[in-house]
């Protein structure tokens, strides 16, 4: 069966210091992993996927295909880096499978 | 710019209502998705749809039904209301194929309120 697991509900970091959203998942086939984020009042939209190997925002997602895991990670939080993130898994269909989300708070 | 639109930001029916949530996209795109997404729970996917006419039942689809009679328009009708069903859906769109596969683009959402 198809899982994303976000273990953190909640996480906290003082501005500058360095942040990793944790994701793991289970999944038999070849997936596709998705960071989803959505800032306060704004709607959901896609921060960055596996294949695109791409750095957003400062953040980078690695795909470990051993641990199962795509953490999510910024070496230097920004307070405008806070919001919900949701780790999301598809396949060769047409539906996301989303983690339950962490809320990430940088403060200064 | 893509967009996906949904009818209300805010709606608060009675129990035992009907109530149609509706969502427009105007990218051409084949699929079309409604989540809830509940605090603690993340999103979790109602119903998909990949063409017209066609619907595919997600994750928690009781007490729920939709409808897709035009591409750019996916409606989620709950039957008949329930305080359970308090929640903030959210209307989602996505291509098959090209660079974007599976790359969702999602609305607004609504925030309903059954009382």
């Known amino acids: 069966a198809q899982r994303v697991t976000q273990p953190e509900k909640l996480l906290s970091v003082f501005k500058g210091a360095p942040v990793e959203l944790k994701c793991n998942y289970s999944?038999?086939?070849?997936?596709?992993l998705f960071w989803y984020v959505q800032y306060s009042r704004q709607r959901l939209q896609l921060l960055l996927r596996?294949?695109s190997r791409e750095s957003i925002k400062g953040f980078t997602a690695d795909l470990n295909k051993g641990e199962t895991s795509f953490h999510l990670k910024k070496p230097f939080a920004q307070e405008e880096d806070s919001a919900m993130y949701y780790c999301a898994l598809g396949n060769s269909g047409y539906a996301l499978n989303f983690g339950k989300g962490t809320s990430l708070l940088v403060t200064p | 710019d893509v967009k996906v639109t949904q009818s209300s930001r805010y709606l608060v029916k009675r129990t035992g209502e009907k109530v149609f949530l509706e969502c427009v996209q105007d990218?051409?795109?084949?699929?079309m998705f409604w989540y809830r997404q509940d605090p603690g729970l993340g999103l979790r996917l109602i119903y998909f749809s990949y063409d017209v006419k066609m619907k595919e039942k997600g994750d928690i689809p009781e007490g729920y039904s939709v409808s897709r009679e035009k591409k750019e328009r996916f409606s989620l009708i709950l039957e008949s209301a329930s305080t359970n069903q308090t929640s903030m859906y959210l209307c989602?769109?996505?291509?098959?194929?090209?660079?974007?596969?599976?790359?969702?683009?999602f609305g607004p959402g609504t925030r309903l309120t059954v009382l």
């Open positions: 990218m051409d795109h084949e699929n």
């Open positions: 596996h294949i």
């Open positions: 999944y038999s086939g070849s997936p596709e």
């Open positions: 989602a769109s996505s291509m098959t194929g090209g660079s974007f596969y599976n790359e969702q683009f």
